[in-house]
């Protein structure tokens, strides 16, 4: 099966929407669409109709297009069965399931944290993660629901994927989320690195995602809190602890 092509698009202030299409294809799949204008203009530009919608989670900049698209286009929603928040899904997954998109098979991983019921989509054939708001580029989504058990249970979920995994995230975030890395981090070389490139991609007024899960485990500290550097800086030999003490200073940076 050729990999589908995945186009990323604004939405909102800083949310991306994305829209996952097979080469000559006229169907397509969209994910957490928010902004129907965006959804509407991706979808005329790649002469494409969205037959499938997939919901990673609740908040309003994740589905606020879901209703009308489904209205004009009559697209399977599909969401996660645990959460009653979001427009109700003509097909309700659950945790570890797979299914099939047009040749392409998904893998529900639920990632509890940001929200309760947050879940992520992973293309087995391809190694493409539809991150939501659990994983961002050099970050991670704000606790609103979940416990820091709990989410950095779902984050060392996803770092157990292959490393080659592309990671499409709810958000342009990476700027700010380096800052807060270097000020805790500072000496990291890789997240040197990774920042110079990212700044490079702002003035060019390029997306910084998707990125690659392996750049993620090098430079990302909320992927690294069960290394001896961050269990020594927060004083702890629980990398809970020190995922908690890392979540709040980030929220207070």
Known sequence: MQRPNVYLFPQLEDNYGYLIKNPHANEGVLVDPSDLEMCLEILKLNDCLPS??????????????????????NSKVIGFEGDKKIPTPDKSIKDKEVFEIHGNRYRVIHTPGHTVQHITYFIENHNI?????????IGCGRMFEG??????????KLKQLPESTKIYAGH???????????????????????????????????????????????????????EDYFLKLYQTQDPVVAFSKMRAAKDNF
């Open 52 to 73: 499938h919608i997939l919901i990673t989670h609740h908040h309003d900049d994740h589905i606020a297009a879901v209703q009308d698209l489904k209205k004009q286009f």
């Open 129 to 137: 993660l539809f991150a939501g708001d659990t994983l961002f580029s």
């Open 147 to 156: 416990t820091p058990e709990q989410f950095w249970n779902s984050l060392s």
């Open 172 to 226: 342009e975030y990476t700027l700010s989320n380096i800052q807060f890395a270097l000020s805790i981090d500072p000496d990291n070389t890789d997240l040197q690195k990774y920042s110079t490139w990212a700044s490079h991609q702002e003035k060019e007024h390029r997306p910084t995602l998707p990125t690659q899960l392996a750049d993620q485990i090098k430079c990302n500290p909320f992927l690294r809190c069960d």
